[in-house]
T-cell receptor, first 115, second 114 residues
Framework: GAVVSQHPSRVICKSGTSVKIECRSLDFQATTMFWYRQFPKQSLMLMATSNEGSKATYEQGVEKDKFLINHASLTLSTLTVTSAHPEDSSFYIC???????????FGSGTRLTVV | ELKVEQNPLFLSMQEGKNYTIYCNYSTTSDRLYWYRQDPGKSLESLFVLLSNGAVKQEGRLMASLDTKARLSTLHITAAVHDLSATYFCAVDRNYGGSQGNLIFGKGTKLSVKP
């Protein structure tokens, strides 16, 4: 079945540094990927839609310059959290839509802790 | 703006009992999804409901969709402890077109006790 691989699963970084999270579709091509953020005991909030070969579409309130998204190929999207601060600590999850099976496949998530 | 409301948000059940989780959404959509999330884990897809009247069952879980009422239900039959998790419904924001993106309900934290 469709698999989305997300790395790293956990990362701890110092305040002010940048962290890159990768999301790969392993056995299908994903022209569109989505990035979500989930705070503890809360639901998933869509941050942005990543389109291969074009600029990402960000949701209202999400800072484009802080959360850089690159979707350079049909199988890879990356989210870079720049100049991370403790309030950016969260669980980040990517997903990809798959036209054959329908629905969405989610990555395993990345728990980011900024200290 | 599409809003998705789930209830209850917390559900404590005894093993062997039945219960239903409800998911209402505010604008027309033709795609609704149910996911399960275990603590510290990502989402596991349970059901994809694509048409009015759709009913799908997997084990002790059954999901249905009424697009006219903008309501989906997730019914739990004879609950067992392994079903303890948080369940999310999500609605595709891009009605009638290509897959858009998902708006999630707040989730229902289910705890099944012996």
């Amino acid at each position: 079945g469709a698999v989305v691989s997300q790395h790293p699963s956990r990362v701890i970084c110092k305040s002010g540094t940048s962290v890159k999270i990768e999301c790969r579709s392993l056995d299908f091509q994903a022209t569109t990927m989505f990035w979500y953020r989930q705070f503890p005991k809360q639901s998933l909030m869509l941050m942005a839609t990543s389109n291969e070969g074009s600029k990402a579409t960000y949701e209202q309130g999400v800072e484009k310059d802080k959360f850089l998204i690159n979707h350079a190929s049909l199988t890879l999207s990356t989210l870079t959290v720049t100049s991370a601060h403790p309030e950016d600590s969260s669980f980040y999850i990517c997903s990809a839509s798959q036209t054959i099976l329908g629905g969405y496949t989610f990555g395993s998530g990345t728990r980011l802790t900024v200290v | 703006e599409l809003k998705v409301e789930q209830n209850p948000l917390f559900l404590s059940m005894q093993e062997g009992k039945n219960y239903t989780i409800y998911c209402n959404y505010s604008t027309t959509s033709d795609r609704l999804y149910w996911y399960r999330q275990d603590p510290g884990k990502s989402l596991e897809s349970l059901f994809v409901l694509l048409s009015n009247g759709a009913v799908k069952q997997e084990g002790r879980l059954m999901a249905s969709l009424d697009t006219k009422a903008r309501l989906s239900t997730l019914h739990i039959t004879a609950a067992v402890h392994d079903l303890s998790a948080t369940y999310f419904c999500a609605v595709d924001r891009n009605y009638g077109g290509s897959q858009g993106n998902l708006i999630f309900g707040k989730g229902t934290k289910l705890s099944v006790k012996p």
